[in-house]
Structure formats: C-alpha cells, structure tokens
C-alpha cells in the first residue's frame, strides 16, 4: 500500500425538477417519520388501537324478502319487498334511510346535470345527446308505489338516489322494524344510458342480457363512524350496505336462464329434467359441465317464449343481491375444494363468448377462489359465478365479465389475458368489499386496491409469467411521474378521484406488494393482511383499521409508509450521487437490466417458493400461453476510480484485499424508501444490499453509507428489481447509464404482437 490515492469523484446526476416536493426546503429533517396520529381518528370501543374491533362493536342488519318480475317486451322491471331492519346501534332511530340508486337514471338527477361538456368541431348524434344526458332518460328512475309498515302508509320523501323514511316512534336500540316498499321501473340500456345495470340488445338475434344490479331500494349504512351514510350515488363511487339474508322470487320468461347471488331453491321446477340431472352430476365432476347447453341457447334464441318462471334464489349474510337473465345464456359448473368444503364455480355466457368463458371462465373462479382463500379467509359461501357480459362489475357470489370471440370463434390474447384478469378481480371483490365490508362510496380504494393487490398475487400463480398490469412497483412509475397538481392522496373521498385506475386500483395495490415485498417481507406482511381480512370479515372496516392492524400484527412501524404512499403524492427517485472506493483494476464492461428483459422481485419469490404450484403447470388444459422475453445485453461503461489507503500498519493484513465503497445518495423524489443495491463484481457474480428505510430517519435528503466487499465491484444498481416505484432510473446506476426516452422504448416494443412490456396496456378493463 505504498500509492497513496484519495479522491472522490463526484458523478454529477441531473437533477430532476422533484426537489420541490420535499416539504421542508432548506431543512434536512422533515415529519416523513413521524407517527399518523390526528390523522387517523381516536380508537374507542368500536374499534381499537390495535385495528380489531372493540367490545362494543356493532353493525346494523337489514333481510329482505322480495318479489319481482320482470316484463322484456316493455323493458320493465317491478317488484314488492319486505324489509326487516334491526337496530344493533345504541341508538334509537327517529328515521331509516334507503337507497335508490336507480335514480341515478332519473332526467332530474344531479348525475344527468353535472356533467362538464365542450364543442367541438364535428360532433355525432351521441355526442350532442351527451351535453344534456337527462335527454336519453326520460322516464327512467325508480318509482315508488307503496311504503307502509302493518298495513299503515309510512310518510317518505325520496332524496336524488335517496330515500328517507319517518317513523311514528322512534326504531330503539334492540329492535327491529318490518315494512314494505313496492316499486317499478323502466330498465335502461347498459351500453348507451350508463350504470352498473340493464340491458345489452343483440341486433343478430333480437334477443336480450339483463344484468339486474342496484334494482331494489336498500337499506344504506348506519355506522359508528358516520351515522347514515349519506353520499349519493352518481354513478362512480360504489357502494356502501348492510348485511342481511335474502329471499328472492324472479319472475321471467320461461326459456331464460337466470343466475343469482346465493343458491336456487327450485331447480327441479325451473330446469328441464335433463338440465337438472346434469346440475346434480356436476356436483362431483373434475372439469366444468355444461348443464344449459349450447345448442339449446341457440334454440332459445330463435324461439322465444311467450310463458313465465318464477326462480327462487335465497343467500345469507350478504350485502346485497344481483341476478342476470337471458334465454341466450349457457351454463357450465364444476365443484372447487375450499378447506374441506365444496363451492360450486359456475358461467353463464352467451354464444357470442363461447370458446373463451368455455375454455377458462369456470377454472379461473375456481383458482381465483383458492388463491384468495390462501391470502385472505376461506370463501365462506356456497357458489362463485362469473357471468359474461360485455363488462366488469361485482356483486356478492356473482359478477358480470367480459370477453368475447370475433365472430368465426377466434380470439386475441388480449381479449383472453384481459378477461382472465377480469374474472380474477370480479370474483375477488367477493373478498373486498362483499365479504370485508368497507364503504366503498368513501374510499374506493379500500376494496379496489386490496382486490387489485390479491388480483396480481393471483395472477402471478396462475402463470409465473403473466403479463400483470398492476401490482409490481415498476408499473406505477408513469403515475408517478405525472405533474404534482394531477396526483391526489388515496386517501381521498371516491367521487373526487380523477385518475381512479392508477390512484385508488394501482397505487394502492401497488403500496401493498412494496410492503410486501420490500419494506416488511412476505412472512410479516401475510400474516398481518390476513389478520385484517379475519377481523373485518363481515363487518365494516375503516382505513385506520386497516392501516393499525398490519402494524400491530406485523411489529413494524409503518406510519411512514401510510403518511408517503397512501396520504401524499410525493414519488420515489433515489439518485447514487457518488461513490467513492479504493483502488481497484480497470472494471470490465458490466450487464445490465433492460427495461425489458427483466424478472420482478415477486415473480422472483414465487419461483424459489416451492408451496407455489402454478396453476399453469397443474391444469395443462391451459397450456397455451405465450410471452414475449426482450433479452438485451447492453453494456456499461466504467470510467472513474478511486483508492484508498489503511494507515493503521498494524491492522493493515485483517482488511487487504477488502474494497470500500461509499456510496452517496440524495432523496430527489421526496418519498422515503429501502435502498436496494446490486453489486455486479468484476467476476461478473451479483450481490443484493437492502438497507432499511429508516437510514433516512436523520436526514429525509441524503445519506452517506459505506459498504465492504471482497471482490472489486464493476457497476452498482439502485432498486435492480424494480420494486420501490423509482420513478426515474437513470441516477439509479454507477457507472451513469442514459436510459433511452419514453418514445424509444415504445418504438423498441412494437414487437409481432403484445406490445405491453412497460407503462400498461389497453387490453384490460377496470
Ligand atoms: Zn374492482
């Protein structure tokens, strides 16, 4: 050690324009660790510190007993209900409140005037009925007949998508209140007037799909932490109800088939003796059976009965209750084993969806539920059924899906990775919200966030290479990158979300694999997130309940995680400024990751976990698939060096040959996260660094950190598998390396087919 060389050299790493978002200008020491607390709200005995629910816990309850009908040549739907609605509250209750969300169909609602509109220079037909949409609605909504409890007219007043109903004595804690509402309504068309509910016309065949949803009025939420949930529903934000039991008698044409939350109660009388013996085979079948075939749809189709059906469905403890009809549909099921018990997996589509629902539809719900069970609870209830209709929407063990066949009976990849990733997340929304039963009006990123984070854990077991578009951290960057004032909070009320996709679904699902896989491992974080969905199942939970739960189940502070991810909008870019490090030889040209050749930390994981058994690999039925891999080797160059002399002469022999490297790096995003470091060696072997967060906790803008190796180390990467959303990549490496601009990469990615390695891609609904 006779050459004495030390010197640093600084590599100098374009600043990006995120230095503003730090929110002490000036100052090295910010709150970004600081504890939630006013943010969250005052644990009482309905909810406790620890996020479980207190001793004095309670939720209100609302069985419906129903009958409906169901006239398809006027386009009609009416019906007469009893609702019994009990007071578990400490409240007595002068007043109940109801929803009416098919109000929001009515030409005089708010949703029909609150549209924002410009011109524009050629318009069409739609287009201008669109500037006033209470032009398409007139005659729509709900209207109601009756309201009366024992026989006596109750005084009601009808709110937007709102009712409210007085009660001559107030409803006191403890009891119950039975009454009656009549009804009827002109039902619109899905397609063309909006909503999560209605009809879809088939011009080729005149036939109709309803999909009946949000069809009765309900009971809204009273809670602890709201009293009546009083956000009218205009067309966005979803959902906030009440558990109950229901009793439910559709009555319809008698060539239709109809599907409904919970379990039909008289098969034997509305299936043909042949449909029903094929349902009782398929009680013990390995592959889905067709019990309504498709020969007989089409038959249907050309027919048209003119007779009636009445079919019975019953459900317990659900919040709500959605059912479909149409002589068009085909019917398959098979049983899937959950913990011991059996759930039947069922889909109905219509022929023009055929070859993909009867390829994948029945399995995908069978994995989607054992997955979830997996991750969550087991799914508690009897039947799982995906439905095919042109769309995405959930509802308590039934869900409207789509995926279509061009008309020959081919498909895109697309169009089939599309609908597998929609069936997935429909049939998960059984979790979150029908099951763990948050409001959704409110925060909708409690059951779509959650749903989208279990969808992507689904998904990557379903196929260790699908092409997931939310989930790993790297997805989020293009959000992220997005100007301050278009980022909100997660936390932010529903309707006032504007990018819904990327903030409530993505950025939330997105937050948990990086806690998952980043910030506390899959072991704390499992079973923490398990613990929540325990909790909770069944009752309503609150963000706070969820955010003090994965703490107090984990042992790991995560405050700093939710006051970042969920209640601000600063993104991740951690730049290496320097690195400074003893003498070493000149370092070979290193390899690096490209943006397309790439494995995530997740795939990763699930590919050493050998519990994983990919349901690819287990149903070769499906073994059709296939990716496009972007193997790129590009080179870096190294350029600087530097070395360093041990002075203590005594000790010099314990530390020759180690290399010290001092790494500098500033926080340019504003976002605290883990530093993940690849080491490449000169040899060409890697090693992985994770230093923890907290190593910001002094200093939320820089840190200085030295490491020590054995071997000389050619090229140094920040965040190698993409996981902590760094939004931009080129300060990330040492040697620097220009990543090529957002246009090049697209250019490069016009592969033969699924250009979709990076940002997202269109072929997937929401
Ligand atoms: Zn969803």
Not at 104 to 133: C, F, G, V, W, Y
Request: aromatic residues 14%; negative net charge; contains cysteine.
């Amino acid at each position: 050690m006779n050459k004495i060389l030390f010197g640093s050299v600084l590599l100098v790493i374009c600043c990006t324009a995120r230095a503003q978002h730090l929110n002490n200008p000036g100052s090295d020491h910010g709150n970004r660790f600081e504890q939630l607390s006013y943010l969250l709200p005052t644990p009482n005995e309905y909810r406790t510190a620890s996020g479980a629910p207190g001793p004095e816990y309670w939720q209100q309850r609302a069985d419906y007993d129903i009958s409906c009908e169901l006239d398809e040549s006027n386009l009609s739907l009416k019906g007469t209900e009893t609702i019994t609605y009990y007071n578990n509250s400490p409240d007595p209750l002068s007043y109940l409140w109801l929803q009416l969300d098919e109000n929001i169909h009515d030409a005089n609602s708010d949703n029909n005037r609150n549209n924002r509109s410009a011109m524009k220079s050629q318009m069409n037909d739609r287009e201008l009925t669109d500037l006033e949409p209470w032009r398409k609605m007139d005659g729509y909504g709900i209207k109601i007949t009756r309201v009366e409890s024992s026989g006596k007219a109750l005084p009601y007043t009808v709110n937007q998508t709102m009712m409210r109903i007085d009660l001559a004595a107030a409803l006191q804690p403890g009891q119950k209140f039975i009454f009656k509402v009549d009804w009827h309504y002109k039902i619109p068309d899905r397609t063309y007037q909006m909503g999560r509910g209605g009809y879809e016309f088939f011009p080729a065949d005149g036939n109709y799909v309803f999909t009946m949803s949000q069809w009765y009025p309900r009971m809204a939420v009273y809670s602890d932490f709201q009293g009546w949930q009083n956000l009218q529903f205009a067309g966005g934000a979803e959902f906030a109800l009440t558990f109950g039991n229901f009793k439910v008698k559709m009555t319809v044409p008698a060539d239709h088939m109809v599907a409904a939350t919970g379990q039909c109660r008289n098969y034997n009388q509305v299936l043909t003796a042949a449909q029903f013996k094929k349902w009782q085979q398929a009680q013990n079948v390995h592959d889905p059976l067709e019990i309504a075939t498709r020969d007989e749809a089409v038959n249907n189709e050309k027919d048209k009965s003119t007779e009636k059906k009445t079919w019975i469905y019953e459900a317990e403890n659900v919040r709500d209750f959605a059912w479909t009809a149409s002589r068009k549909f085909i019917w398959d099921a098979m049983p899937v084993n959950v913990d011991g018990k059996r759930v039947m997996a069922m889909s109905y589509y219509p022929k023009e969806a055929y070859n993909l629902y009867r390829k994948y539809s029945t399995k995908v719900v069978a994995h989607t539920l054992k997955t979830y069970s997996k991750h969550t609870i087991p799914y508690p209830y009897p039947v799982a059924i995906s439905v095919e209709a042109s769309s995405g929407m959930e509802y308590p063990m039934i869900c409207f899906n789509y995926g279509r066949t061009e008309a020959d009976g081919t498909y895109s990849e697309a169009i089939k990775y599309g609908m597998i990733s929609v069936i997935i997340h429909e049939v998960g929304h059984n979790f979150f919200p029908m099951i763990v039963n948050s409001d959704e009006r409110q925060w909708w990123w409690m059951d779509e966030g959650l749903n989208t984070f279990c969808q992507f854990l689904t998904e990557q077991e379903f196929d260790n290479n699908y092409p997931s578009r939310r989930g790993p951290a790297y997805l989020i960057t293009d959000y992220m990158k997005q100007p301050e004032n278009s980022l909100e909070p997660i936390m932010t009320m529903g309707d006032n979300v504007l990018s819904v996709g990327w903030n409530a679904y993505a950025k939330a699902a997105t937050g948990l694999n990086i806690l998952r896989e980043t910030i506390m491992g899959r072991e704390l974080f499992d079973y923490a997130f398990k613990q929540y969905a325990r909790r909770w199942a069944f009752k309503h939970p609150t963000p706070a309940d969820l955010f003090r739960t994965m703490e107090d189940a984990s042992g790991v502070d995560l405050d700093w995680f939710w006051r970042g991810w969920w209640f601000g909008t600063e993104p991740v870019d951690i730049a290496v400024d320097s690195v400074k490090w003893y003498k070493s030889d000149d370092p070979q040209n290193a390899q690096a990751l490209s943006k397309e050749s790439f494995t995530h930390i997740g795939q990763q994981r699930n590919k050493e976990d050998e519990s994983i058994r990919f349901y690819t690999d287990t149903d070769t039925t499906l073994r059709d698939f296939y990716y496009y891999n972007r193997g790129a080797d590009e080179k870096m160059k190294q350029d600087q060096r530097d070395a360093l002399l041990v002075k203590d002469e005594a000790n010099s022999k314990k530390w020759a040959g180690k290399q010290f490297y001092e790494l500098s790096f500033s926080n340019k995003g504003g976002m605290v996260m883990p530093v993940i470091i690849e080491w490449t060696y000169k040899d060409g072997t890697k090693e992985i660094d994770r230093v923890p967060v907290t190593v910001w906790r002094l200093n939320e803008e820089k840190f200085t950190k030295v490491f020590i190796k054995d071997k000389e180390v050619a090229a140094i990467k920040v965040d190698p598998y993409r996981e902590t959303a760094d939004i931009e990549e080129g300060n990330n490496m040492w040697p620097v390396k220009e990543l090529p601009s957002k246009f090049q990469l697209f250019k490069a990615a016009q592969g033969p087919a699924r250009g979709a390695s990076s940002g997202g891609n269109a072929m997937q609904k929401q």
